[in-house]
């Protein structure tokens, strides 16, 4: 009995701490690429709508992540083009995805329709 009571317990604590998931739309403000040299190895960027992220569950700065990968090549490139043309942009974060600082990384980037 002990066991199904624990079981119960967990089982509905870890449902009720689902992430969530956002997209937001809008412009590239900024684009940051850093070298370990000058602080962390990393990049990041910012979107004209992502601008108060005590709103957007776990994410605690306006500024998303760019994975270090081949993947984080490619929307580093798709950034990079959407800046460059002031075309807008859809980015999909799930808040869950964070580094240890509570930057949440893009999952997704989309050209938004025109």
């Not at 066991?3 to 701490?17: P, Q, R, S």
């Not at 040299?37 to 605690?60: E, L, R, V």
Request: hydrophobic fraction near 40%.
């Amino acid at each position: 009995m002990r066991t199904i009571l624990i079981f119960l317990c967990a089982f509905f604590f870890c449902v009720n701490t689902q992430a969530a998931q956002f997209n937001y739309s809008g412009t590239v403000t900024q684009i940051i690429t850093n070298s370990s040299s000058y602080g962390a190895n990393t990049d990041w960027f910012s979107i004209s709508s992502f601008t108060n992220p005590t709103g957007f569950g776990n994410c605690k700065t306006p500024n998303i992540r760019i994975r270090d990968d081949l993947k984080g090549q490619r929307m580093y490139k798709a950034l990079l083009a959407a800046e460059l043309t002031g075309k807008s942009i859809v980015v999909y974060i799930d808040d869950s995805v964070t580094d240890a600082n509570g930057w949440c990384y893009a999952l997704l980037i989309v050209n938004a329709p025109s």
